[in-house]
């Protein structure tokens, strides 16, 4: 059987709670062998934006999920120039890691503009897509897109949050607990000296703090 691996991107600007906890959902209610993390080096639509260093992000994940059986954190994106599209990162995952089911998650509001995307024809045959939900009331609109879409799309008599192509490409309708949680949230917090705990594991929050205060020399 080959591997079944879930595809978390993002800036990570920096990693929550909301985004682990994302992971494990993803990981337990889809039957995956693992979930990989991959933060954007160069975000498309968010350049000029406050970021943290690539290598900063890479290391705040890290401290995040060490420990955590099943989640890893995958740089590849910073060993590539130029914006970080999701059709490039699924081609290199398929070339690193060919005859592997790929998983790609993503909040259901974005896939229903998928058409916006870099070459976004292309990526369902790179990948299965598990869709996270916000609300509970996206399920209609995503099989609506689906069908529009992909004609082909048939839903899985076992499983109503569950579609398939012909081509074998399965789309998941994810419910998750919510987490009203943002990076932009955790960096103003940080920025007023106010506490990060229950919003970040605690080692999360020592070294942005230990950033914010000019004292981390080495990322």
């Avoid at 800036?11 to 039957?31: D, K, S, W």
């Avoid at 058409?115 to 609109?141: C, D, H, M, Y």
């Avoid at 569950?162 to 994810?174: A, G, I, R, V």
Wanted: proline share 6%; hydrophobic share 35%.
């Amino acid at each position: 059987m080959s591997a079944k691996i879930g595809i978390l991107g993002g800036t990570f600007n920096p990693v929550h709670f909301g985004h682990l906890r994302l992971g494990i959902e993803a990981l337990e209610q889809c039957g995956l062998d693992r979930i990989e993390f991959v933060p954007t080096s160069i975000p498309p639509h968010k350049q000029g934006t406050d970021l943290y260093p690539f290598p900063f992000r890479c290391r705040l994940l890290q401290e995040a999920i060490a420990g955590s059986r099943g989640l890893v954190v995958n740089p590849l994106e910073g060993e590539r120039s130029g914006p970080s599209y999701t059709v490039d990162t699924l081609k290199e995952y398929h070339k690193r890691q060919p005859g592997t089911q790929f998983f790609f998650v993503m909040g259901s509001e974005d896939f229903l503009q998928l058409e916006q995307w870099e070459r976004w024809e292309e990526l369902p045959l790179l990948t299965s897509f598990i869709l996270v939900g916000r609300n509970g009331k996206e399920e209609a609109q995503l099989k609506r897109f689906l069908l529009e879409q992909w004609p082909d799309v048939k839903q899985v008599r076992e499983n109503p949050g569950q579609w398939m192509l012909q081509s074998k490409t399965e789309f998941y309708y994810l419910h998750v607990p919510r987490f009203d949680l943002s990076g932009s949230l955790i960096r103003q917090k940080l920025g007023k000296g106010l506490s990060l705990r229950f919003l970040v594991p605690d080692r999360v929050e020592q070294l942005l703090c230990a950033y914010q205060a000019g004292e981390l020399y080495e990322l």
